[in-house]
Every structure is written in structure tokens, then in C-alpha cells.
């Protein structure tokens, strides 16, 4: 019932911020779990019993169980909004296979297992007085599962977790073991590869020494950024936009790298925003868009939204926990292209509202030229604008996306593989990836030649035989 839609995200972004506060930070409900044998991912719409869940403590487990099994998929937390975890037989986590391996202070480099989580990374680094050069907006995911689908932040000169990686191991599917580096081939396609090729079990990260960020949020509106976007990005180490439908006030965040100290009660302050923002869309969007008066919410809401302004330590700034329930179906356009393919995405959720959408906010990231650390990211090569359609997980939410999915179609968008992904197919990923997507299949089929890592999704996107 759309009712109870609405009234579950509602209550469960309560939930996760109630939770997540009393045990000061350390459980996030909503994350992807096995509960007695059952698999639900991160928004708990992925739910499904695999035939086997299998946690290996080891690489040589990891080895023995790919040799001897048909067909398997891994999961890291579960945080991608698509069946790229759904395993047909055995489901594999890394959770036993996680923690540290080694620190080279001298290189400021530490290598951890595959199962680890990003806020671990982030924790192991800060122990050596390291950190992540950059971050994107969330720290629960798993690292290898964040390098498989090669997911990104924003920045002028940064844009993806891969920069910050050095090396890292795969058992590929006839349980050889692989070491590889960012100019290998093997590499390029493990990174956007979904767990195609193979289990990345080792990770070696470079970290920077630790640092502070300036972190702004400031309201303001789209004619002022499209006139000054270029500066904004040239002036700012990392910027993105929230816009808003029926609105043309948008927001504008920015990161910057400061000698200043930390703010007073910066980390309680940070919390107390991102809890607000999180129940103001579960909530009064959420009732906005049910009762159909978002056209009038979003003139007076976005109107009075205020800004903040803090120093945080690096990493809790770009990393946020994420509590609101929600879907998000992302995809990269030409840079130059920004507002023009914004406006035919809202616009389109425009004119779908009175059909009876749930509330939505668009976020806008960018990332730069020459990413050549993927074969099929996203990201790839170019310059992009990274556009996400963030859509509480509410009735209504898919018949917006299909039609965005022929939009992305249309308008030859690349698609994100760890977000929402319904009907695009290895026809659209062929014609978006070209030669690349070529030497990806190849690869595919020379380190899995008897598709134990294709489940139905990978099937539908590159077309390979599975077990
Ligand atoms: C709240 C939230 C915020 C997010 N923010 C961002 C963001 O800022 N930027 C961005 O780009 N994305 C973002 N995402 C998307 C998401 O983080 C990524 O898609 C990421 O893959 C999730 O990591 P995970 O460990 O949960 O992987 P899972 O969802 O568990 O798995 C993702 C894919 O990777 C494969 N995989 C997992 N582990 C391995 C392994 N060891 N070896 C090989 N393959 C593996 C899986 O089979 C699956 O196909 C966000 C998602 C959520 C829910």
C-alpha cells in the first residue's frame, strides 16, 4: 500500500539514526547483512536465500572455494542498489577475511584484506597518522566492493577511491591467484568490474598525511552556479550540488583542505546536520510528496534551508553516514552537458509527480579527465557530471526510474553498475564502452572461462555464459 510505502521510509531512517546514535556510531542498521540465511542488501529490497552463504577466513579458502564451486557471487555490505549480489548458488562475504596485512610507514602504505571496511580503512590509516587523499559520501561499504564498482567522490582533481590505490589481489575464476597494478589490464577491469573476473581478496592503499577540511554548505540558486560553475570548480578542491524539483534554489557543498583546526564540537554538529537533512526527507518530503503539495514545499522549504560551515578531520567530513532510506539511480554525461541533461531528468520527474512519485533531490558531482583506471566505469576517460536521481524508497520510485532508464538510453549516458540498473543491456554497454567494453568481455572470458562469477544481472549487461 503506497501509505505504508511512505510511512516505512519514514520510520525507518528514524530507526537507523536512533540506532546508530546509542551506540555512538558504531551500528548502522541499514546495512547488507545474512540474517538465519537470508540475504537482504543495505535498503533491504534485495532479499533472497542463496543455496549456500559461505564466509572463507583465508586466501587459500577463498582459492579452495572458487576451484570448488560453480558458480558464486560476493558481497561486501551490500550497499549497491542492484542484483549484482544476488548469487544463483553460493553467496561468499569477506567479513572473516578482513583487518590489516601490513603498514610501510616509509611509503605511507597499508595493505588490507578485501572484507574490510572503508571506516576501518579510514581507522587503520589514522593509527599511522594517514588518510585518504579523498573520500566519497559514505565510509560502511567494503573496500573491494567500493573498487568494484569503482566508486567515485567529486573533485577538481580527484574522483574515485581507485587514486588511492597502489595494488591489489584477485583470485580470478580458475582460482589463480593475481597481483596487479594500475597500468595491468586485469586491474583496469576489476575496477567497475562488478566481481566479474574475479574476488578482490587484497587491497594496498597510499595514504597522505592526515588533514583537516573546511567543509560549506551554503543555499543558493541554479542561474547563479550555471554563470559561475566553472569558477566554483576551478576555486574549490571539491564541490557538488543538490538541485531540487520545482525549485530553482539549489545547494552547493564544497571540501577544502585548511591549517585550521577543528571546530567546536565539529563531529556533533556534523551528526546533528546530516540527522536533520535525513528526517526532513523522510518526512515532511515524504508527506509532501504523498499529499501532492511538493510544488509548495519545495518554494517555501528550500527557501529557508541554512547553511553550515565546519573544520572537520578529512575523513568525517567527505564520509558521512547516510540514514535516509532511499534509491539512487546515477549515471555520467559530458561534463559540458551538466545543466542541460539536469533539466531533462527533473523535468521529467516533473511531469511524472501528479502519477504519484515519491520525494526526490538530484545530486551533482564532477569528476576529471583522464580517469584510466576502469575499462567500463562510469567515469572513464572523460571529463563528467555525475547525475544521481536520489528517490526515497517509496512506491512509485521504479516507474521514475524506467522511464529515466530510456532518458540514460537517449541521451548515451553511462550508467553507474553499483546503483539502480533495470534494463540496460551489453548492447547499451557496448556502444557506451566501445573497444574498452571489447577488451573488458575478453577479459572476462579469459579469467573466467566458465562464468562461475555470471549471475542473471552480469548476464543482462555483458552477455557472458554463466555456470
Ligand atoms: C548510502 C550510500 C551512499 C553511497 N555513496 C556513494 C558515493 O558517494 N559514490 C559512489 O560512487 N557510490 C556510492 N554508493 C554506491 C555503493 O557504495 C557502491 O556501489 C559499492 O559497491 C558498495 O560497496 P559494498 O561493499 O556494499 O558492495 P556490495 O554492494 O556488497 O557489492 C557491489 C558489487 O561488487 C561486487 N563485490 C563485492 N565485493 C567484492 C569482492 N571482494 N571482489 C569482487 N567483487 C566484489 C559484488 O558482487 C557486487 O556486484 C553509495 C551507496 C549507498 C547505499
Known amino acids: 500500500m503506497k501509505f505504508m510505502s511512505y510511512l516505512r521510509v519514514a520510520l ?10 546509542a551506540t555512538a556510531g558504531r551500528y548502522v542498521w541499514l546495512e547488507g547483512r545474512v540474517r538465519r540465511g537470508i540475504f537482504a542488501n543495505w535498503a533491504k529490497r534485495f532479499r533472497y536465500r542463496p543455496g549456500r552463504f559461505v564466509r572463507p577466513k583465508s586466501q587459500a ?15 561486501g555490505s551490500g550497499h549497491s542498489f542492484n542484483a549484482g549480489v544476488v548469487s544463483d548458488e553460493a553467496l561468499v562475504s569477506l567479513d572473516d577475511y578482513s583487518g590489516l596485512l601490513w603498514t610501510d610507514r616509509d611509503k605511507k602504505q597499508i595493505a588490507v584484506k578485501g572484507g574490510t571496511r572503508v571506516r576501518d580503512v579510514v581507522e587503520l590509516l589514522a593509527r599511522e597518522g594517514l588518510a585518504f587523499g579523498a573520500l566519497p559520501s559514505h565510509d560502511a561499504q567494503s573496500i573491494a566492493g567500493i573498487l568494484s564498482t569503482d566508486v567515485h567522490g567529486t573533485g577538481r582533481d580527484w574522483g574515485f577511491v581507485s587514486q588511492s590505490v597502489v ?23 576489476a575496477i567497475g568490474g562488478i566481481g566479474t573476473l574475479g574476488i578482490i581478496t587484497e587491497v594496498v592503499v597510499q595514504g597522505v598525511d592526515r588533514f583537516n577540511v573546511e567543509q560549506r554548505v551554503q543555499v543558493s540558486d541554479i542561474p547563479f552556479v550555471k554563470k559561475n560553475l566553472d569558477r566554483l570548480l576551478r576555486e574549490n578542491d571539491h564541490f557538488s550540488l543538490y538541485l531540487f524539483p520545482f525549485s530553482e534554489r539549489c545547494q552547493i557543498n564544497t571540501w577544502n583542505r585548511t591549517d585550521k583546526g577543528h571546530s567546536f564540537l565539529g563531529d556533533l554538529r556534523e551528526f546533528v546536520n546530516i540527522s536533520i537533512d535525513a528526517l526532513m526527507a523522510a518526512w515532511i518530503g515524504n ?16 527557501g529557508a534551508k541554512l547553511g553550515s560551515h565546519l573544520v572537520l578531520e578529512s575523513d568525517r567530513s567527505f564520509n558521512r553516514t547516510i540514514y535516509h532510506l532511499h534509491q539512487e539511480l546515477e549515471f555520467t554525461v559530458p561534463f559540458e552537458d551538466t545543466f542541460e541533461e539536469c533539466r531533462r531528468f527533473i523535468k521529467l520527474y516533473e511531469e511524472m509527480y501528479p502519477s504519484g512519485l515519491p520525494y526526490a533531490l538530484f545530486e551533482v558531482r564532477f569528476t576529471p579527465a583522464g580517469h584510466d583506471r576502469t575499462l567500463i566505469g562510469a567515469g572513464r576517460e572523460r571529463r563528467c557530471a555525475w547525475i544521481d536521481l536520489v528517490c526515497n524508497d517509496a512506491r512509485g520510485f521504479e516507474k521514475y526510474y524506467a522511464a529515466a532508464e530510456d532518458l540514460i538510453r537517449e541521451v548515451g549516458a553511462r550508467p553507474h553498475l553499483g546503483k539502480y540498473c533495470e534494463s540496460l543491456d551489453r548492447a547499451d554497454m557496448a556502444k557506451l564502452h566501445g573497444d574498452d567494453f571489447t577488451k573488458f568481455l575478453d577479459l572476462v572470458d579469459k579469467h573466467d572461462p566458465e562464468g562461475k562469477f555470471a549471475n542473471a544481472f552480469t548476464q543482462r549487461l555483458f552477455g557472458h555464459r554463466g555456470a
Open 12 to 21: 525507518l531512517t528514524t530507526l537507523n539514526i536512533v540506532l546508530n546514535a
Open 167 to 189: 595494488s591489489l589481489k584477485l583470485v580470478d575464476g580458475r582460482g589463480d591467484v593475481h597481483e596487479c597494478r594500475p597500468s595491468d589490464d586485469l586491474f583496469k577491469a
Open 61 to 75: 579458502e577463498i582459492v579452495e572455494l572458487v576451484r570448488s564451486s560453480r558458480g558464486l557471487r560476493v558481497f
Open 287 to 302: 508527506f509532501a510528496a504523498y499529499t501532492g503539495s511538493l510544488r509548495a514545499f519545495s518554494s517555501l522549504a528550500y
